[in-house]
């Protein structure tokens, strides 16, 4: 049952790190689109 419950919060927690990471990638690619949009409106 421990066993169980430790392997479930483990998981939960690498998924949480999965998606920040994903989250953090999109942000940085918006803020490089954003950057390269404003240099051409330049």
């Given at each position: 049952?421990?066993?169980?419950?430790?392997?479930?919060?483990?998981?939960?927690?690498?998924?949480?790190?999965?998606?920040?990471?994903?989250?953090?990638?999109?942000?940085?690619?918006?803020?490089?689109?954003?950057?390269?949009s404003?240099?051409?409106?330049?």
């Amino acid at each position: 049952m421990l066993k169980a419950y430790y392997f479930l919060k483990i998981t939960n927690i690498k998924l949480k790190y999965e998606h920040e990471n994903k989250r953090q990638k999109i942000n940085r690619n918006v803020t490089l689109v954003n950057k390269s949009s404003i240099i051409i409106k330049k």
